[in-house]
Nanobody, 124 residues
């Protein structure tokens, strides 16, 4: 299984980025997908998650209204569109896959597979 995250980079505060995660080696449509982030010295935290069908989504409180998670099961890809970025959004962003559950998980321990991460830097 491989999860390849991309799209990170340097952006000014208030700007936007779109992260993508391409999955291979698994039946993508049977996995809930999550985006997590980890800043230096902090624990890995959930940013957003989406159910296998795309019908359910979850957002951390501090990204609600600014970030949007979506998926394309035909292309085995999940995206995270990030608007109105703040310096505190800076972190390494990881995508992760969690086998078919009733609702998408919000804890890193619930996820089965992880990508390597993509770095998001937000300048003030």
């Amino acid at each position: 299984v491989q999860l390849q995250a991309s799209g990170g980079g340097l952006v000014q505060a208030g700007g936007s980025l779109r992260l993508s995660c391409a999955a291979s080696g698994l039946m993508f449509s049977r996995y809930d997908m999550g985006w997590f982030r980890q800043a230096p010295g902090k624990e890995r935290e959930i940013v957003a998650a989406i159910s296998w069908s795309g019908g359910r989504t979850y957002y951390a409180d501090d990204v609600k209204g600014r970030f949007t998670i979506s998926r394309d099961n035909a292309r085995d890809t999940v995206h995270l569109h990030m608007d109105s970025l703040k310096p505190e959004d800076a972190a390494v962003y990881y995508c992760a896959a969690d086998y078919l559950k009733a609702v998408p998980g919000t804890s890193p321990a619930e996820y089965d597979y992880w990508g390597r991460g993509t770095l998001v830097t937000v300048s003030s």
